[in-house]
């Protein structure tokens, strides 16, 4: 009864969605209040709509009803209540669900919080906000229906992909989700401002936030998604240029190019007609990465259905949101005016190279992706994608990007002095010759990982010589002026901070890594990078719907005497999962200093021996650091002043925001 | 302002490309782990490939003959490879057909340890560093896998890492049919 009463909310919602649609663009166009203000309560309805639906889908999974079709296909009575709630978003009818909620909450945010916009733009923006969730509701409705019932109803279920039941991945999807969809955001503003034909300071800065947090939350959910695969596929990598992982990283591009993009329009009512471009693009690859990874098109280890009915619906959809916008874009961008001109050595300058080769990277990415579709398609090709590919094509475009992102924020408006700022680079450049020859001390090479770690110093020195510039941190009365540097630069200083981290942990995984892969007896030892690794044991542990097999690791430093105090004791798992009859790795992973010790247990050789891996991975947790702080510089620059200034009213209605799902 | 306004109708004249493209990859039956080949039917282009440990035998084209063999192109950085391997290693112990190795744009070293980590379901591996034996066979991607019948023509060509569907309804039927 509740999957019924789920189902007829989400028809409802639809409804809901194509009145919002419709009624404000009438009103905007007529200039009736009444028309336009309508948007409000159509975007609250249709969240309370969208959350009973996925409410209802939620209870299912929890109580494991498994005459639900989507919950007999993906969840067991056995599996933990964690994973069970996972098993909804780990399958495609759920996921479009829960993608949908994301949109809609978007959508409602603007509603409740929008009371500082202009009611015309208002309308405008929820109004496409509704035609987007029009569209993936019609998807799921006729196409993806996660209530569909099975008569008769199985006893138990098939079991979510044992290798998505994990704490990583039951967090990293509504993240990434967050991310995408929030994208919508930026496209729907965009779309709004072309029907507008107006695009200026007071836009940008309306957009810039939603754009920074959809940025966020895509910067946390890639990062939690190389996490994930660096710790349960068990070979050490954590990057795959796998069309998923593609999928989430080319948003994840344009939407850094958008974000610095916008600070152009705020600042200096220029690029407007390249910003909007963005902002279409933008959310244009999060859909398309939907389409890749849901229609079949391409294969990838986690595809989820291969139908291509259903993407022949995404394709539509694709062409009526993507096209459609472009195809606004093309009519009314070129009567945007733009404003201020500049000179090509200018921090605006600055930004659109920055915007040109972030652009390029995400085409270069969009090329590796559906390269093989395309040759397909003609008859016949011979390319080859994957690592060599990338590692050609994407690495001579960031690696001039990352120098460049030192030099751009010491950069003035509208003309430069480029030996003057690169004369307040000194001290960075010297210090990443400094990294540099340590790092040739250290390992000796090779030449491109010396110039990662150069690289990475000096931005990372670079962004800190320009925090401490612009607040004279050094001079008298110093502290004071940093603590009250606008949030913004705070945030800039440390997404530009967090990006140099991640290079060096790269750098660290791509060139040092050390490996060793052989066959132990319990009581043997393996030595690598300097530390013994003895198994001691490798036994049986039950898990709740699982068989695993443990493996008892003893890392100590190799040469001190035995018996001497060990540095680590790692207990990698191998599981067995009987239902879904799949085995997964779980590596054990110490953090060292800033390296990885990191076991996996392999197979057994019948023989009393097992195939055991060990990596040795220094800087690698530098990835997820950098990660992290770059993440947190979006968070903070949230919060900077002249996003809540002029809108008192909005700042108080924050306090009581809905709720985290 | 004609030249202006071409300028801002080029993302949507590229993305229109693009589109058509993703329409041609869901034409109907187009399975995208099947991809037809024009080598089907031909004869396996010459290639001399040096082993993956040194002292094992090589690999040469015209040493494909009197015997069904399963050319598997693959690489220790690729993930799919991972998850195909299990079928390849059920496979070999299948007596009417050799599996043979191409560990395509990979480090000896890692694609050594890859089979020692993972089992090595190949009677003869051999190393195509350069990616250039990758481009007479026409790879897409790793992993790729060939069947070569008895008279050293290829048969059968799997884009993408088999599937156990792919094996029992594809795979097996046609080697049941070539090894008569």
């Known amino acids: 009864m509740i999957i019924e009463f789920g189902h007829f909310a989400l028809v409802l919602a639809l409804l809901v969605a194509a009145l919002q649609t419709v009624v404000p663009l009438v009103g905007a166009s007529r200039g009736d209040p009444r028309l336009m203000e309508f948007a409000r309560p159509a975007a609250l309805a249709q969240l309370a709509c969208v959350a009973i639906a996925f409410g209802a889908l939620l209870h299912a999974f929890i109580t494991s009803d498994f005459s639900v079709a989507a919950v007999a296909n993906n969840s067991n ?99 990434l989700y967050l991310g995408y969809v929030g994208l919508s955001m930026a496209f729907s503003f965009a779309i709004a401002a072309l ?8 836009w940008a800065r309306w957009v810039r936030p939603w754009t920074l947090a ?14 994930w695969a660096y710790y349960t596929l068990g070979w050490g990598g954590w990057w795959f240029w796998d069309p998923t992982e593609n999928a989430s990283f080319m948003p994840w591009l344009i939407a850094t190019a958008l974000l610095h993009s916008a600070i152009v329009v705020e600042k200096r009512d220029a690029l407007k007609g390249w910003t909007i471009l963005l902002a279409i693009l933008a959310f244009g690859f999060s859909l398309i990465g939907t389409f890749l990874v849901r229609s079949g098109v391409i294969t990838s280890v986690h595809a989820f259905a291969n139908d291509p009915a259903r993407g022949l619906f995404i394709l539509a959809l694709l062409i009526v949101y993507i096209g459609g916008g472009l195809l606004l874009f093309a009519w009314r961008a070129p009567s945007l005016k733009g404003g201020g001109l500049f000179a090509p050595v200018s921090r605006e300058g600055a930004l659109l190279i920055n915007n040109l080769l972030l652009a390029t990277a995400a085409a270069t990415v969009l090329l590796g992706t559906i390269y093989p579709l395309i040759l397909d398609t003609l008859g016949q090709g011979t390319v080859s994608v994957g690592p060599p590919y990338y590692n050609a094509t994407f690495m001579p475009i960031i690696l001039p990007l990352i120098a460049l992102t030192a030099i751009g924020p ?54 800190l010589t320009e925090l401490i510039g612009r607040s004279r941190a050094l001079s008298p009365g110093g502290l004071g002026r940093l603590r009250r540097l606008p949030r913004a630069a705070w945030g800039m200083t440390l997404a530009h901070g967090g990006i140099a981290l991640a290079i060096l942990g790269m750098t660290g995984s791509a060139a040092w890594k050390q490996e060793d892969i052989r066959v132990l007896r319990p009581g043997e030892s393996a030595a690598i990078a300097g530390y013994s690794y003895r198994l001691d044991q490798v036994f049986p542990v039950p898990g709740p719907n699982y068989e695993a097999t443990r493996a008892r690791f003893t890392v100590s430093v190799l040469g001190n005497a035995e018996g ?28 060292l200093g800033l390296a990885d010790l990191y076991g996996v247990i392999g197979e057994p050789d019948g023989k009393g021996g097992w195939a055991v891996r060990f990596y040795y991975e220094p800087l690698v947790p530098l990835i997820w650091i950098g990660c992290l702080i770059m993440a947190a510089g979006g968070i903070v620059s949230l919060s900077d002043r002249r996003y809540r200034v002029g809108a008192p009213q909005r700042a108080a209605a924050r306090a009581k925001t809905v709720p985290a799902e | 302002m004609i030249r202006r306004r071409l300028l801002y109708l080029l993302p949507v004249l590229a993305f229109l490309a693009i589109a058509i493209w993703f329409w041609f990859g869901l034409a109907p039956g187009r399975d995208p782990s099947l991809v037809p080949s024009v080598m089907i039917g031909k004869a396996v282009p010459a290639f001399d490939l040096p082993p993956l440990a040194a002292g094992a035998p090589g690999l040469k084209n015209t040493d494909l003959k009197g015997h069904l063999r399963l050319i598997n192109f693959f690489a220790s950085w690729c993930v799919p490879c991972r998850a195909e ?19 395509w744009k990979n480090k000896p070293e890692d694609a050594t340890n890859f089979l020692i980590d993972l089992g090595n379901p190949f009677a003869v591996t051999v ?5 250039r034996t990758g481009i007479d066979f026409g790879v897409y991607g790793v992993p790729e896998s060939y069947l070569i019948d008895r008279d050293g023509n290829i048969r059968y060509r799997q884009v993408g890492p088999f599937t156990e569907d792919d094996i029992e309804k594809k795979l097996k039927p046609l080697i049941a049919e070539l090894s008569k």
């Open chain 1, 77 to 175: 009575s056995r599996q933990p209540l964690l994973y069970r709630i996972a098993g909804l978003w780990g399958n495609h009818e759920g996921s479009l669900l829960l993608w949908i909620s994301i949109l809609s909450v978007y959508g409602a945010a603007v509603a409740a919080f929008g009371g500082n916009l202009p009611a015309r733009l208002r309308a405008r923006v929820l109004a496409v906000q509704a035609a987007i969730a029009l569209g993936f509701l019609a998807f799921t409705l006729f196409a993806s229906n996660p209530f569909a019932r099975l008569d008769p109803a199985p006893a138990d279920g098939a079991e979510l992909n044992p290798i998505l039941q994990d704490p990583g991945l039951a967090f990293h999807p509504p993240m």
């Open chain 1, 195 to 202: 029907i507008e034909g107006r695009v200026d300071a007071a």
């Open chain 1, 214 to 227: 959809a940025w966020t939350c895509l910067t946390a959910g890639i990062a939690g998604g190389s996490w």
């Open chain 1, 410 to 463: 010491l950069l003035s408006w509208k003309r430069a002095d480029l030996p003057g700022a690169l004369g307040r680079l000194k001290f960075a450049l010297a210090i990443a010759i400094i990294a540099a020859l340590i790092a040739w001390w250290i390992h000796g090479g090779p030449a491109l990982a010396l110039l990662g770690v150069a690289l990475a110093a000096w931005l990372f020195v670079g962004a």
């Open chain 1, 564 to 591: 001497s105090k060990p540095v680590a004791v790692l207990y990698p798992e191998k599981r067995s999962y009987p239902v879904a009859e799949t085995t997964t790795t779980q590596a054990a992973i110490r953090m």
């Open chain 2, 85 to 103: 391997h299990p079928l390849l290693m059920d496979l070999a112990k299948d007596k009417r057909i050799e599996l043979y190795g191409i560990a």
């Open chain 2, 127 to 131: 190393a195509d560093q350069s990616g």
